[in-house]
């Protein structure tokens, strides 16, 4: 097993509303909390709130491990692409995209993390694999919820 090799996850969700209605819930930082419920204390860490070069950090707890997640955005195309690099002690990315389809908005969602710690975080990360993937798929169904029951993200 390659010790640095990223696992990857992928999700995807139909929600019934255009990108522009599903955007503000993917900025809306301080109110991440309300469909990813793995994170909290959500904070931006720059001076501007909006584009690429935005840092932010939260913290992170899975299967117990509880670490701080600091992020930047690298990519920043309202209300279509919008992408992180995760710069803890997990690497990697994630990748939202918001596709506009007849009946509204398909999300692709893609993390793509490096475990840290050698071969210990290999493994580990391999072991969590499938919970991971089920809490992940689950802040999508949380966050398809809150865009068309129109809650307010701002």
Same mark, same amino acid.
């Given at each position: 097993?390659?010790?640095?090799?990223?696992?990857?996850?992928?999700?995807?969700?139909?929600?019934?509303?255009?990108?522009?209605?599903?955007?503000?819930?993917?900025?809306?930082?301080?109110?991440?909390?309300?469909?990813?419920?793995?994170?909290?204390?959500?904070?931006?860490?720059?001076?501007?709130?909006?584009?690429?070069?935005?840092?932010?950090?939260? %913290?992170?707890?899975?299967?117990?491990?509880?670490? &701080?997640? =600091?992020?930047? !955005?690298?990519?920043?195309?309202?209300? *279509?692409? /919008?992408?992180?690099?995760?710069?803890?002690?997990?690497?990697?990315?994630?990748?939202?995209?918001?596709?506009?389809?007849?009946?509204? %908005?398909?999300?692709?969602?893609?993390?793509?993390? &490096?475990? =840290?710690?050698? !071969?210990?975080?290999?493994?580990?990360? *391999?072991? /969590?694999?499938?919970?991971?993937?089920?809490?992940?798929?689950?802040?999508?169904?949380?966050?398809?919820?809150?865009?068309?029951?129109?809650?307010?993200?701002?």
């Amino acid at each position: 097993m390659r010790m640095n090799r990223p696992v990857v996850f992928k999700m995807s969700i139909d929600i019934k509303l255009p990108p522009e209605a599903v955007w503000p819930f993917l900025v809306d930082w301080e109110r991440l909390h309300l469909w990813m419920k793995e994170g909290r204390e959500f904070r931006v860490t720059s001076p501007h709130r909006e584009g690429t070069g935005v840092t932010a950090e939260a %913290t992170i707890r899975i299967a117990g491990i509880s670490t &701080t997640d =600091p992020i930047r !955005i690298s990519r920043w195309e309202p209300p *279509r692409t /919008l992408e992180m690099e995760h710069l803890g002690w997990v690497k990697g990315s994630g990748l939202m995209h918001c596709h506009a389809h007849a009946t509204g %908005t398909r999300i692709e969602w893609t993390e793509t993390l &490096t475990p =840290p710690w050698g !071969i210990l975080g290999a493994v580990g990360m *391999r072991l /969590l694999k499938p919970l991971m993937r089920r809490i992940f798929a689950s802040d999508l169904r949380r966050l398809k919820g809150l865009v068309e029951r129109g809650l307010k993200s701002k």
